[in-house]
């Protein structure tokens, strides 16, 4: 049987799930809304590094158009900032980027030890792979990809 007791303590916990559910729609719009993709801050990001091997090791480093320079690899599952480079040694890579025609080079000759230079943006995402196999067919690519190994070494 219900008394008054029940129905004002029914009446009290309607109110307040009445009243928390702006709150509880605030949390989870925020919550999604955080999860921004990167490219909003980062137009472009410029990746490159080396995968394969006996360890099958993948070392990625990840240049962002702001300059962030970071280390990831794979079987450590771990990433760290590296540093911050110069706005313009950053725009300098960007331009030597498209100069040398690498968002639209089409290349895919990956090896037991493959090296590999990534260019992502909203509109574009190109990934050339490449073997280490002594020739050097493309010298110009090779020579970039030691320029963007020197920013990771360098102070």
């Not at 794979?74 to 900032?81: A, I, P, Q």
């Not at 970039?144 to 920013?151: A, E, G, R």
Request: a positive charge; aromatic letters at 12%; one cysteine or more.
């Amino acid at each position: 049987m219900l008394t008054n007791e029940h129905i004002k303590n029914y009446k009290h916990m309607k109110l307040i799930c009445i009243k928390s559910l702006p709150l509880i729609f605030l949390v989870f719009l925020f919550s999604c809304s955080a999860q921004k993709e990167i490219y909003v801050d980062n137009p472009k990001i410029l990746s490159f590094g080396s995968e394969g091997g006996f360890t099958n090791q993948r070392t990625e480093y990840r240049l962002q158009s702001d300059g962030k320079l970071w280390k990831l690899r794979s079987l450590e599952k771990d990433s760290s900032l590296i540093k911050q480079l110069k706005k313009t040694n950053t725009k300098s890579v960007f331009e030597e980027t498209f100069k040398l025609g690498l968002d639209t080079l089409k290349l895919n000759s990956p090896g037991n030890m493959s090296y590999f230079i990534q260019i992502k943006s909203k509109t574009m995402d190109n990934k050339i792979v490449w073997a280490n196999d002594g020739s050097q067919s493309n010298s110009a690519l090779y020579e970039f990809y030691k320029s963007l190994i020197n920013y990771t070494t360098t102070k």
